[in-house]
C-alpha cells in the first residue's frame, strides 16, 4: 500500500501546503511518493525529495503541464493511479480544481477536506461549515482525498532523500488552454503562510478606515491582513483577503479580529488559529465563542490603543 501526494509548486519551490499534506499521507501507512507534473520543474523535484518521509518521486516534465492545467495533470495522475491505494491533494484552489476529475475518472467516491485519518479508511471531515464533524468510511480500492492543510503540521522540508524518478509525459490535452494569469503582488505574508493575521470586518464601515485603523496594526505586527466575506463584498478589501468557509482557509499562531461578528462560514476558515484574539463591541458576537482573548470595545478606539502599546 502507497500514497501519492500531487505536489502544488511553481516549477521552482515546493509550495507549503504539499508538506502537510504529506504529513497526512504518512497518516495513512505505507510508502508516500510525491508527484511533480510541470515544466523545467526539476528544481521542484529536487526539493520535493528533501521531504522527510517521501520516499520516491515522480517527475513528468512538458509544457503542457507548466501552468497546472486540470485535465493535463488529471491526465497523468490516472496515468499511475492503479498503483496507489491513496491519492491526496491539499485542499487548496489547484488541488480542488484536479481532485474531482481523478476521482470521477476512476468511478471512486472523493473524501473532501480530511481533517484527520483514524485508519487507512477512515477518515474525519468538517461538514456544515464546520459546525459537525463527519467520520467517512470508504470502501474504494483507491482513495481520493483533498486535505484541509491547517489540520495537519507540516512535514519537515529538509532531510529526506528520494529517490527521483522520470516519467513518461502525456499528450498535451485540447480541452483547455492557458491565457494567461494575474498574480496579486503582496508587500505582506500571503495569508495561508502568515504567522499573524489581522482581519476586519463590515463594522469598520469603509475601504479607508480598513486601512486606516488596521494597516498600523498590521505593521507593528508584521502581520498579513484579512478580511470578512462582509467587508469584502462591501467592497472595503479585496477578495484574496477573504477568510472563511467561501475564502481562505487559515490557521496562523495569532489571529486578531477587529470588528468581525463571527459568521459561520467566517469561523469555518479561521477556528483552527493557534491564539484568537477578538474585538467587538456586541457582547453577543459569536466571535467570542472561538476567541481565547476576547474584548468588549469599540474597535476605532481599541485598536489604536493597541498599536500606541505595542
Not at 522540508?157 to 529517490?163: I, L, M, R, W
Amino acid at each position: 500500500m502507497a500514497a501519492l501526494v500531487i505536489a502544488e509548486h511553481d516549477n521552482a519551490t515546493i509550495k507549503g501546503a504539499t508538506l502537510n499534506t504529506v504529513a497526512a499521507a504518512l497518516a495513512c501507512g505505507g510508502e508516500v511518493h510525491v508527484l511533480i507534473a510541470g515544466h523545467n520543474a526539476g528544481a521542484a523535484a529536487q526539493a520535493a525529495a528533501q521531504i522527510t518521509g517521501v520516499a520516491k518521486v515522480l517527475h513528468a516534465e512538458g509544457a503542457g503541464l507548466e501552468h497546472g492545467l486540470a485535465e493535463n495533470v488529471a491526465a497523468q495522475v490516472l496515468a499511475i493511479a492503479q498503483a496507489y491505494s491513496h491519492i491526496l491533494f491539499p485542499a487548496t484552489a489547484s488541488g480542488k480544481n484536479v481532485a474531482p476529475r481523478v476521482a470521477a475518472l476512476l468511478d471512486v467516491a472523493q473524501i473532501s477536506d480530511a481533517t484527520q485519518v483514524i485508519s487507512p479508511d477512515t477518515f474525519e471531515r468538517p461538514i456544515y461549515a464546520g459546525n459537525a464533524m463527519a467520520t467517512v468510511q470508504s470502501s474504494d480500492a483507491i482513495k481520493v482525498i483533498t486535505v484541509r492543510t491547517t489540520a495537519f503540521d507540516p512535514a519537515a522540508g529538509t532531510g529526506g532523500s528520494a529517490s527521483v524518478e522520470t516519467l513518461a509525459t502525456l499528450a498535451d490535452s485540447t480541452a483547455s488552454r492557458f491565457l494567461g494569469s494575474e498574480i496579486a503582488k503582496l508587500d505582506r505574508p500571503e495569508l495561508t503562510a502568515a504567522k499573524i493575521i489581522v482581519s476586519g470586518g463590515r463594522a469598520l464601515g469603509s475601504s479607508e478606515k480598513f486601512n486606516e485603523v488596521l494597516t498600523p496594526l498590521a505593521d507593528k505586527l508584521g502581520a498579513a491582513l484579512g478580511a470578512s466575506r462582509a467587508a469584502v463584498d462591501a467592497g472595503y478589501a479585496p477578495n484574496d483577503w477573504q477568510v472563511g468557509q467561501t475564502g481562505k482557509i487559515v490557521a496562523p499562531q495569532l489571529y486578531i479580529a477587529a470588528g468581525i461578528s463571527g459568521a459561520i462560514q467566517h469561523l469555518a476558515g479561521m477556528k483552527d488559529s493557534k491564539v484568537i484574539v477578538a474585538i467587538n463591541k456586541d457582547p453577543e458576537a459569536p466571535i467570542f465563542s472561538v476567541a481565547d482573548y476576547g474584548l468588549e470595545a469599540d474597535l476605532f478606539t481599541a485598536v489604536p490603543e493597541l498599536v500606541n502599546s505595542l
